[in-house]
Structure formats: C-alpha cells, structure tokens
C-alpha cells in the first residue's frame, strides 16, 4: 500500500493520574469499573484543558492494560446527561469546573464466550487462508484480550446488582421464582471470584461478603419485606450452596466466563441499548443525498442543547448480533398511561416461588410490560452510510432503503450515530466510517496518511504476500501510541 508523509504531531500523549482524586480547581475525572492487573484507585484524573474522548480513551486502556485491538470496544458514558460521548468529541473543561464520566464496555456481542448453543458463537476472524478452531469457547475468547476480560466481568457485576435485570419486571412466580435461583447462583460465582483471586477458603470470603451485595437491588429490597424465618431460610439455602460446591473444582476464568453467560440469559437487556426518538419513516427510496454530508450545524465538539419537540414514538434496539430494530411505543405508553390508576397483580412471590401477599412495593410496576416485536431493519454490513443534521439521523442502506429518525437532542444524535458507526467498523469495515461527525480522529488521519490499523503478523504478511517487496505501516497491537513498518523481503532462493 502507497504511502504518504506521515503529518502527525508528535505532541504531547494525555497525562493522566490514577492514583489521586480530582484537584479542587477541577479538571476531568473518568470512573472505572476496573483499575487494572495492579490495582489502585478506580478513577484517572486528567489536567488538560482540551482533549478528545478518543484520546481519553486510549490512555485509559494503555493504563488498565487493554490492548489497541479492543480499545475500539470502550467509549466514555455521560451519566448526568445520559450519552455516550463520540470519539471525536472535545472535552474542554475550564480551570474552576469539573466534569465526571465513566470508561466503560458499549460495543457487545452476545455469546462471544461460545456456552450458549442456541445462539452462535463470536469470535475474530482469522488470517486469510487459515480454518476456525472446532472449540466454540477458545473462537468466542479470541474477541476479547485478559485485560478487557477482566473490566467487563467487573462491569457485569456493576450492572447485574444494579438492576440491569429486575425482579420487579416479572410477572409470573416461574418466572421470580428461576429469577431468585440464577441470582444466588450468580452470587455464589462471585463469591468463588473472590476466592480464587485473593487465594482464601470460600467460607473466609462468605464471612466478609454477604451473598446480599452479589444480587440485584429489587431482590434485596424483596428480602427486607418477609419475616426472620424467611430470612433465616434464605441463608440456608445459601450456605447449602458454599458446601455442596468449592471454588477449587472450577479456574477463576471459568468462573468469569460462566457469569457472564449467565448475566446474558437473565438480562438480555445487558449489552444492548434502546434509543427512544420522537419521530420514526422508512423510505422505501432514499432521497438523493451524497455520502459523508458534513452538517452544516454545530460542530460536534459541543453538542447543542436543542431538543426535537414531542414524546418518544419509537424506540431503535442496537445490538452487536442482531444489528438495527425498532418497534413504535405509543400506544403501549398511552395504554400504561390511561391505566396507571388501575390495580394490577403484584408481581412479587417469596423466595421458593410460592405466591406472596398481595402488597404494593414502592417503585413496583402494577403489570410487566410485554416483551416487544421488534421489525428488523438492518445488519450492519448493509450500511452504505449516515447523514446525520442536528437531532435528525438517516440511515441508508445498500438496497437504498432509508430509516429516517428524530431524536430527543443533539447529543443524544451524536450518541446513536456513533453507536451504529462503532458496530460497522466492528462487523463490516475498520478501515472507514458511516458519517464523518462522529468519525474517529485516529482513524481519520489513518486514512488520510496510509496507515492500516493493528495488524497481528499472519495478516501483515497476508497483506505483503501477492506483491513481495512492499511494504505497509501499521499500527502496533501492543502499544496505543507506536507505528511499526513492515517491509516484505524477496526470497534469495533461485529455482535450479
């Protein structure tokens, strides 16, 4: 592959500092789930006055251990305004300010560990010419490196206690009834984490941990409902599961892996995200619209606070394995609403699944809602690209069918765009973007300056093979902030 001068500043890489909490004059601080093979404090502080969420993104990863080639699975979530922030968006934070984000896994394929036989296994692909592993669980491993195994186990935790599945969401006592089941299950499997990781009897780590902290809220808040006894049946129900089975018999990565796939069965809502938009076409033909159109609004380093007028209509799923889907939700929230004054059954029941008493919990839907039909749109390979103006997002297929939305807000335009230009160079091409308002800094000037991504060795000399004597510049697969070029060498042999 040609190459050009390579333009790129050697500048100054972020200085970030992990080991101390935000100064009092401000600055930027970026909560982890993980701090890393060594430990220390679960945040990175940073100083600059103007840096890019890419940029943020990276020296956390260099920091925490994640390699270049999973980085890409990583972005930074606005808690307070409830975005994720596009790699290319600048953060500019005055000196007397401050401004607290969260580093964590957005991009997820399901049943990347290979346990689910149901669903098919994920994994990278392999260099051109070489045959996939028959072991489903080794491909589905192969996605994720140590370090990036280790941050989402810790955020599954984060979310699985958090609620990201909940018991008030079910309706039927089968259903409570398996739910409080896995939860135990999925608390014991902390538990041997702990175990095995600090090298302690399981009974040790039981005494400092209640089984408690390991399951979702809704399900503590259950248990302070019944009685002593039912209390005291609960824990030994628990120490039941301490005795029959020891941390021993299974590694601490199986125990991770088994969580994990675990989490997926009970939440099917971890790893996925609904976007609501206030306005849903499709066209079954596009308007003439040439790629990569540059808004003419607003640049993307401040989104505007401009909001699209009226309640959420539809709501878009992306998911890493099932792509784009939407399905129109006002008339199940018109419904809710004319019946939020009505009595519905209470979805509680006690912990064995026996009916509970007719009681209303505090924050308790009267009734679960349905699980909707969702209407396929697209994979993400059948993206040509993304225009995206103000809060208004279209996005073209290669059929030159068009899903045209309205969003709540810039920001959260920005969000979904980046989200779906995320999962593309994920699934289909990593070396372009869909629209060039969330187009990642790095890759741009990647593309601009000749530079392929990071390339493991069987695929440099794939590349170099058919025309021997190039060479190709790539980014390093160890190091976020190193270029290595890679010349193929002719053969010295000469035929007789």
């Known amino acids: 592959m040609p190459l050009?001068?390579?333009?790129?500043a050697r500048g100054s890489k972020p200085v970030g500092d992990g080991a101390q909490?935000?100064?009092a004059m401000g600055g930027l601080k970026v909560l982890l789930h993980w701090a890393g093979p060594g430990g220390g404090?679960?945040?990175?502080?940073?100083?600059?006055s103007s840096l890019t969420a890419e940029e943020v993104c990276i020296h956390i990863a260099h920091k925490v251990g994640i390699t270049p080639p999973c980085f890409n699975l990583f972005a930074l979530f606005d808690a307070q305004a409830q975005v994720w922030l596009p790699p290319n968006h600048i953060l500019e934070i005055p000196r007397d300010a401050s401004l607290m984000l969260y580093f964590r896994i957005r991009f997820y394929f399901r049943n990347w560990h290979g346990m689910n036989p149901r669903e098919p296994a994920v994994y990278r692909c392999g260099p051109p010419g070489t045959e996939a592993s028959s072991d489903q669980t080794a491909q589905g491993m192969q996605l994720l490196d140590p370090a990036s195994f280790e941050y989402l186990f810790e955020q599954g935790k984060h979310?699985?206690?958090?609620?990201v599945a909940s018991l008030w969401e079910l309706s039927t006592e089968e259903e409570i009834h398996h739910f409080k089941n896995e939860?135990?299950?999925?608390?014991?499997?902390?538990?041997?984490h702990l175990a095995l990781r600090h090298g302690i009897p399981l009974e040790e780590v039981a005494k400092k941990t209640s089984f408690k902290d390991c399951i979702p809220r809704s399900f503590r808040r259950h248990i302070r409902q019944h009685s002593a006894l039912t209390r005291l049946r609960l824990r030994n129900v628990f120490r039941r599961f301490l005795r029959d089975f020891q941390p021993g018999r299974l590694s601490q990565q199986m125990v991770m892996v088994k969580y994990l796939a675990t989490l997926e069965r009970l939440a099917p809502r971890f790893g996925t995200e609904r976007v609501p938009v206030c306005h849903l076409r499709l066209l079954a033909q596009a308007e003439g619209e040439p790629c990569y159109i540059r808004d003419s609004g607003v640049a993307p380093t401040d989104p505007g606070p401009e909001s699209a007028a009226g309640p959420p209509t539809h709501e878009v799923l992306v998911t890493g394995t099932g792509g784009i889907q939407w399905w129109p939700v006002e008339e199940e929230v018109n419904k809710e609403e004319g019946s939020s004054g009505s009595s519905g059954r209470n979805p509680q029941a006690s912990l064995f699944g026996k009916k509970a008493k007719a009681h209303k919990a505090v924050g308790q839907p009267a009734d679960r809602p349905r699980e909707p039909l969702w209407a396929y749109f697209c994979d993400f390979r059948d993206i040509t690209h993304v225009v995206l103006k103000e809060h208004c997002v279209s996005i073209h297929r290669q059929d030159n069918k068009c899903l045209e939305l309205s969003l709540p807000s810039r920001a959260a335009a920005l969000s979904f765009v980046s989200l779906v230009d995320g999962y593309f160079r994920l699934t289909a091409d990593s070396s372009h973007y869909l629209c060039h308002e969330v187009a990642p800094p790095r890759l741009v000037m990647s593309i601009r300056d000749g530079i392929h991504g990071p390339l493991l060795e069987p695929f440099v000399q794939a590349k170099l093979r058919p025309e021997d004597g190039l060479y190709l510049?790539?980014?390093?697969t160890s190091h976020p902030y190193r270029l290595i070029l890679t010349v193929a060498q002719r053969s010295q042999a000469r035929p007789p």
Do not use: Q
């Open 4 to 8: 050009r001068h390579w333009g790129m």
């Open 21 to 23: 909490p935000m100064a």
């Open 41 to 48: 404090e679960p945040w990175v502080t940073f100083s600059e």
């Open 159 to 163: 979310e699985f206690v958090n609620d």
């Open 183 to 192: 939860s135990l299950g999925m608390a014991f499997l902390h538990l041997c």
């Open 473 to 476: 510049i790539h980014w390093s």
